[in-house]
């Protein structure tokens, strides 16, 4: 298992804008209220506890439905089936942004503060994507060496038809409990600013 802490993320600005609804064409700000969404952005940034946790997972066969892993589980998707077929091995990764900052927007919430909420909210989604995005670029230079890479796309439980319980084989298989995650019984994650993906290896 590999767990990555203190990951050095820059804020994705870009990413939180467009999750906001601001075109860069078509959206125009006043420099005042764009200094204050950003100093916004960065308050909700600063509550965020990244960590990233990843584990190369060996396919043992290719089936007509989806994959059998090394691990014993069994994903059935055709449409990953599809994807990554031609690689040796799965990298599953969990990012999380923590539960500071999703506590956060309950309380902003609460008290009407739904302006600040919604911009929060978003920065913490977003960032935890480019936690993953980190994740990949870190995975392809530990295997850079032994002339492995990974698959530039990532591939997440819920798009597809890779149904949302292949989160509790991810789940099970980076022992996420282990790093203060929860899966509920519906396969939602705790803390909610927490993504799982899987990637291709060869």
Do not use: W
């Not at 965020?48 to 990843?54: D, E, L, T």
């Not at 799965?90 to 900052?101: H, L, Q, T």
């Not at 990949?136 to 530990?142: E, Y």
């Amino acid at each position: 298992m590999n767990h990555l802490k203190n990951i050095p993320l820059s804020i994705p600005y870009k990413e939180i804008y467009a999750r906001l609804g601001y075109s860069v064409h078509k959206t125009s700000l006043q420099k005042s209220e764009k200094d204050r969404i950003d100093a916004i952005i960065r308050d909700g940034f600063s509550l965020c506890n990244f960590q990233g946790i990843y584990k190369q997972v060996k396919i043992l066969s290719v089936t007509q439905k989806g994959f059998i892993l090394e691990s014993g589980h069994e994903i059935e998707s055709v449409y990953l089936k599809d994807k990554l077929k031609e690689y040796g091995s799965m990298i599953m990764m969990a990012a999380s942004a923590g539960r500071i900052v999703t506590e956060t927007v309950t309380e902003l919430m609460k008290k009407g503060d739904n302006g600040i909420a919604v911009i929060y909210d978003a920065t913490a989604s977003e960032s935890a994507d480019a936690v993953l995005d980190y994740l990949q670029k870190h995975i392809n230079m530990q295997f850079a060496r032994s002339g492995m890479a990974i698959s530039r796309l990532r591939y997440s439980p819920g798009y597809g038809d890779i149904d949302l319980s292949v989160q509790k084989i991810i789940y099970d298989i980076l022992e996420l409990q282990d790093y203060g995650i929860i899966l509920t019984e519906y396969f939602q994650l705790i803390p909610e600013k927490s993504v799982l993906a899987i990637a291709g290896l060869s």
